[in-house]
Every structure is written in structure tokens, then in C-alpha cells.
């Protein structure tokens, strides 16, 4: 028991002091030694100054010896905290941080965490054990100073399988470490994946027709995209059917069977493409599996095609004998099996991861950007040549034609701009464009095929390359409904100026950067405009 200095004093009367469950003849004759052992508990109040003489003996009360420096500080005015945020109780000027450690975690709690970049350099990361793939790649945008938040994903690679996938963004990274085989060459990747959630925007382009099961359509009238639609919005998807290149365990041939993805699993027909009870067999629960995309897998499986992925158990370590290999026919096949087994898998779960990387890039952009954003899709053409005012262009060839001559006037008026007498190469430098992260330098087709195909192939995102077979010439690599366009940008020479141009002098431009921004703006020849610039980042 804690000594207390007590201070007995007398000429009170007995009526001021409360007693829970003691009388005041049990008080007379206690000293404070007896009173501290008693159970009871005290009710005091304030001394009242005796005024009767001569002082009588009342009850003992027992008052806590205070200094005059702390009586003076209780009667102090209280000064309100200006940084209550850096305390912890809020009239406490103790510093959390300064608390025994109370609120800092605990080093079993921390892990290391190592993640490359597509330069093959890593960085090493101390995480909580809790902390996901949102978390990490927010960590990595500050650490590693990159220009925008946006599309950023955690790729975990097998490079002796062949096998690769985009972690979702709720999913614990150090789990993901823990189910790898400890003397393997996984690990985890930093890139752009612009086609994480490109399916919630354009559901048509990753759920072709021909692949959602007839038994799907229970609504009558409903159209197929209309029906996408609907159940992508809450957070499902339709069943998938097709046929589907199988390699059969412990052998290398494949074998073509008609497969069932439904979220009471995975399920292929014994017989062609039956769907009748006795005929399906039940293959896997997706709730224990992954689905990884598998690279080259031509060479390291003999696959059929190159539009190869795998399922494989979360529990299981990464073994060839544990992983099931399927080959689709196309690349949109491919696609729309895996975009079906993440919805049936994470359901509403990825609707939210969506949700929340929407909101992340709206706090990021400005309010006029975001305006761009919302109404660029709504643009229609519009003749403002007559007197009446404008008016707008339905008829797509009048369309078109309008936007060719609005680039034939901008070419001639930039080509003005820039008429003014200088050196023979201009007034920007011809090497403006190597410091974009658009320009890859003297990659290969095949090499740049790779890098559209690893960040997503969505529409509109492109890189610049120099070309291998022609001097002074650069190549536009685009992206448009999951291929890889290529387009020669061939030097021209008009009144002893040097300039770019793709379709034999019809529109051409100072240098590569001039190129980029115009089609950033207008389509002009290509199928899609320029949008998301394929990077690499250095960590």
C-alpha cells in the first residue's frame, strides 16, 4: 500500500464528514494506520474554519499534504494546448512517441519487404505485417519521386515458370512472401498496370458475347452488355464458357476441352460442350486458387499460343506439378477468363479497390483537369462558319473531314510560329524528346510489344521508339483493343526546316514532342488518341 502523509486536524463537526457504512463511534480512538486498513470508503468535503471555543475533538479527516507550488498551479488559468495532436491523453504534454513504446509497433510487427524496378534494381521496405499492395505502391510513389498516383501496382514474378500477377490492392504482401519457396527467384515488380480496373469503363471490350453462357441470360430482353453492366455493378460478372487448351499432368501434350467458370468454382464438359450435369466435372474452388499470366509460354511449355495462364493453390508452394496450364485461342479470351475468375473470387471487395483508386486520383487532379476528364468523351464536332452560330456535325465523314482541315490550319500556324529566322534545326532541340517517359531509345518491336502488353494494353497508351531498320526515323508503338499498332515517323525536310510526320507531309511538326501533345488532343490518323504513356521507373 502506497505511505501517505496525513494531517489530522480537529474542530470540525462530525456532521461534515460522510462515512460510507461507519458510524462515528467507530472513528474515535483510530489512529491513521487503522483507518488506512479499513475497507471503507471516504466521502470528504472541505475543511470548515472552527468558530467555537474552546475546540472540541470531532472525527479524524485526513487530507493529502499538497506544496504551495502545486496549490498555486491548480489555481493557475489553464493554457489550451496548441498541438494536441502530438499528445497523447489531450491535456498530457507527454509525446506519444516518448510513452514506453506503447504506440510504436513492435519489431515482430515490422518485415522487409524488397521490390524491383523494370531497371532490375531493388529497394528494401520496412512494413507492417498488415500492409498491402495500396500501401506499398503509395510508399514507392514517394520514395521513388514519381510524376503521378495513378495505375501503380505490385507484379508478383516467377521468372524460372514463366508466371506473373498483379497483386489486388487489398491483399497483404507479407502473406504473399510467407507461401514463396524460400530458396525460389520470386519476387515483386513496381509498374503501371493501367487494365487493373479498365473492365468497370469498358465491360463490352473484356466480355465478348460469344463467351457468356446462355444460362447466364435469365432475364428476357436484356442484352448481353447491358447484362455485364448490371452485374459488374454488383461486384459479380456473368458465367464465362469456352474451349480451352489443356496440358494434361506429367505429359506435354495439350488437349482442347470446353470449360465453366462459375463462382461455385471452375468446371469442364466430358463430353464437347455439354452443359448437362452428368457431364460437367468439377475441376477447382476458386476461393484456393490464384490465376497467373504466363510469358513465353511457347518455349518453356510448348504452348499452343502465346495466350497462356495458369491456376495454381494459394496454400501450395510454386511447383510445376501443382499448376493447371490453360491456353485461350486470342488475347481478348485470355483476358476475359482471368477479369472473370477475380470477380468471382473477390467480388465486391474489387469494386471497392476501385472506388477507392478513383477517389485517390481525384484528390491529385485539378478541378479543371477533372472537368476534362468528365466531359472529354461528350465532345461532338461543331461549324462555327455561318452566321447563325454553331451548329453540330452529325454526319461522321463531315466530321472527319472538319477535324482534317482544323489540323491542316494548326499545322500551318505552328509551322508560322516557328518561320522565324534561327538555326537550321529549329528553335527546340531535336533531343527534347529523350527526357520524356515516353521514349524508350532503341528497344526492339518485340521488346516494346512486351512492355504495352505487361502495363495493360489499353486503349491509347503508346511509347516512342527508334527505329531499327530506318536512319533517323522513330516508331509510335499504340495500343488499340488489346494490340500493338506500330507507326513510322519518317523525318521531312520543307524550306530547309527539318520536321516529323506519319502521314507523308499532310500534318508535320517541329520535333517528336510536338507530335505527342497534338494526338494527345486529336486522333488524326490513329484509331485512338494518345493517353497513357508506357514508363519505366527507376527505384
Not at 462515528?24 to 471555543?53: A, K, Q, R
Not at 461532338?380 to 456535325?393: C, H, L, N, P, Q
Not at 528553335?427 to 512492355?451: I, K
Request: a neutral charge; proline letters at 6%; aromatic letters at 8%.
Amino acid at each position: 500500500m502506497m505511505e501517505l502523509d496525513y494531517l489530522w486536524r480537529t474542530g470540525v463537526p462530525s456532521q461534515e464528514m460522510e462515512v460510507d457504512g461507519l458510524s462515528s463511534e467507530v472513528f474515535d480512538g483510530m489512529g491513521p494506520d487503522d483507518l488506512m486498513s479499513h475497507g471503507s470508503t471516504l466521502s470528504l468535503t472541505p475543511l470548515i474554519p472552527c468558530t467555537t471555543s474552546p475546540p472540541r475533538r470531532s472525527l479524524p479527516q485526513s487530507i493529502p499534504l499538497r506544496s504551495r507550488n502545486e496549490t498555486k498551479a491548480t489555481q493557475a488559468p489553464s493554457i489550451p494546448n496548441p498541438f494536441p495532436e502530438l499528445c497523447s491523453p489531450s491535456n498530457s504534454p507527454v509525446l506519444i512517441g516518448s510513452l514506453a513504446g506503447k504506440s510504436n509497433p513492435s519489431d515482430k510487427d515490422r518485415h522487409v519487404v524488397q521490390v524491383y524496378g523494370e531497371d532490375t534494381l531493388g529497394r528494401s521496405l520496412s512494413v507492417l505485417s498488415g500492409a498491402t499492395a495500396r500501401d506499398v505502391c503509395q510508399m514507392l510513389v514517394q520514395t521513388a519521386h514519381c510524376s503521378d498516383q495513378e495505375s501503380w501496382a505490385l507484379i508478383e514474378l516467377h521468372p524460372s515458370l514463366g508466371l506473373e500477377r498483379c497483386l489486388e490492392d487489398h491483399e497483404r504482401v507479407v502473406d504473399i512472401q510467407s507461401s514463396w519457396p524460400v530458396d525460389g527467384s520470386t519476387k515483386l515488380l513496381f509498374r503501371k498496370n493501367y487494365a487493373k480496373y479498365e473492365f468497370f469503363k469498358k465491360a463490352k471490350l473484356f466480355f465478348p458475347e460469344n463467351m457468356i453462357s446462355d444460362s447466364a441470360d435469365v432475364t428476357k430482353g436484356v442484352t448481353s452488355s447491358e447484362l455485364v453492366q448490371t452485374l459488374l455493378q454488383s461486384g459479380t460478372c456473368p458465367e464465362i464458357q469456352g474451349f480451352l487448351n489443356v496440358r494434361e499432368l506429367g505429359r506435354k501434350a495439350w488437349k482442347r476441352v470446353y470449360y465453366f467458370l462459375r463462382r461455385s468454382g471452375l468446371y469442364c464438359s466430358t463430353k464437347g460442350s455439354s452443359k448437362e450435369p452428368r457431364h460437367l466435372h468439377y475441376v477447382a474452388d476458386l476461393a484456393d486458387l490464384n490465376i497467373y499470366t504466363v510469358t513465353n509460354s511457347r518455349k518453356l511449355y510448348t504452348a499452343p499460343s502465346e495466350h497462356t495462364f495458369c491456376v495454381k493453390s494459394c496454400s501450395d508452394r510454386t511447383r510445376s506439378q501443382d499448376m493447371k496450364l490453360l491456353s485461350a485461342e486470342s488475347e481478348q479470351s485470355r483476358t476475359c477468363w482471368i477479369t472473370a475468375f477475380r470477380l468471382f473470387k473477390y467480388g465486391k471487395q474489387l469494386q471497392c479497390n476501385y472506388q477507392l483508386s478513383q477517389s485517390s486520383v481525384r484528390q491529385q487532379v485539378s478541378p479543371r483537369d477533372a472537368k476534362v476528364r468528365e466531359t472529354e468523351d461528350s465532345l461532338v464536332a461543331m461549324d462555327f462558319t455561318g452566321k447563325s452560330g454553331g451548329r453540330v456535325i452529325q454526319n461522321p465523314k463531315e466530321a472527319e473531314s472538319a477535324e482534317q482541315e482544323e489540323g491542316q490550319a494548326w499545322r500551318k500556324r505552328e509551322a508560322l510560329r516557328f518561320s522565324l529566322p534561327s538555326t537550321p534545326q529549329g528553335s527546340r532541340p531535336s533531343s527534347v524528346h529523350q527526357t520524356q517517359p515516353w521514349f524508350h531509345g532503341g528497344v526492339s518491336r518485340c521488346e516494346a510489344q512486351r512492355l504495352i502488353e505487361e502495363q495493360g494494353q489499353v486503349d491509347g497508351m503508346f511509347l516512342i521508339r527508334e527505329s531499327q531498320q530506318h536512319a533517323q526515323c522513330f516508331v509510335l508503338s499504340l495500343c488499340y483493343r488489346l494490340k500493338t499498332k506500330h507507326y513510322l515517323l519518317i523525318p521531312y525536310e520543307e524550306t530547309d526546316r527539318k520536321y516529323y510526320t506519319m502521314d507523308d507531309g499532310e500534318t508535320v511538326f517541329i520535333d517528336l514532342l510536338q507530335l505527342v501533345e497534338f494526338h494527345q488532343i486529336n486522333r488524326g490518323i490513329l484509331p485512338a488518341r494518345l493517353k497513357h504513356p508506357c514508363v519505366r521507373v527507376a527505384l
